[in-house]
């Protein structure tokens, strides 16, 4: 079964760090880029980053860009999210997400999300 | 970034309706469009890919069309199963970003 589970949320005080992890298992994780999306309570999707399969490709939201770093670990099937300098408005639910192959860029399976709240 | 825009905010159906959903981006992003189907409480779901690709197990009563800037998603016949939140994201270049949802009620 091809399955996403994320780990390491919980509550932070602002500027703070933080750092998420996803385990991926049932399926050849590195074959394909992976990525983080996050929603804010009551609110929409926000794509947060991704990463090739190789790591030469990644890209950041704007809201994140400097502050957040996306990494893998082919080796352990892992994908990695260190979020520095958080704000109030990190606060949501953070996903990880598997590209869906070919075409690149939809993402068929979600892990259930993990927890991040920023606050004093 | 390529911001993408989802019209109507919220729709209410009936069981049986056909609804569109509409998704605009600001700059032409060919066929690189995905739809999605979130409930309460659940991970989003992909539903179509390649702006017209039905993921595998989606029923054929969904469907998507476009290219460049302007694309829908159709629901031919709603059920019940399909009242949710559905969004747009494009997969053209990084930042990959999604719409801002639409909320699919029951009239």
């Known amino acids: 079964e091809v399955q996403l589970v994320e780990s390491g949320g919980g509550l932070v005080q602002p500027g703070r760090s933080l750092r998420l992890s996803c385990a991926a298992s049932?399926?050849?994780?590195?074959?394909?880029?992976m990525y983080w999306v996050r929603q804010a309570p009551g609110k929409g999707l926000e794509w947060v980053s991704g990463i090739s399969w190789n790591s030469r490709s990644i890209g950041y939201a704007d809201s994140v860009k400097g502050r957040f770093t996306i990494s893998r670990d082919n080796a352990k099937n892992s994908l990695n999210l260190q979020m520095n300098s958080l704000r109030v408005e990190d606060t949501a639910l953070y996903y990880c997400?598997?590209?869906?192959?070919?075409?690149?860029?939809?993402?068929?399976?979600w892990g259930q999300g993990t927890t991040v709240t920023v606050s004093s | 970034d390529i911001q993408m825009t989802q019209s109507p905010s919220s729709v209410s159906a009936s069981v049986g309706d056909r609804v569109t959903i509409t998704c605009r981006a600001r700059?032409?992003?060919?066929?690189?469009l995905a739809w999605y189907q979130q409930k309460p409480g659940k991970a989003p779901k992909l539903l179509i890919y390649?702006?017209?690709i039905l993921q595998s197990g989606v029923p054929s009563r969904f469907s998507g069309s476009g290219s460049g800037t302007d694309f829908t998603l159709t629901i031919s016949s709603l059920q019940p199963e399909d009242f949710a939140t559905y969004y747009c994201?494009?997969?053209?270049?990084?930042?990959?970003?999604f719409g801002q949802g639409t909320k699919l009620e029951i009239k």
């Open positions: 700059q032409g992003i060919s066929r690189w």
């Open positions: 994201q494009q997969a053209n270049s990084f930042p990959y970003t």
């Open positions: 997400a598997k590209d869906f192959g070919v075409p690149e860029g939809a993402m068929d399976v």
């Open positions: 390649g702006a017209s």
């Open positions: 049932g399926f050849t994780f590195d074959d394909y880029a």
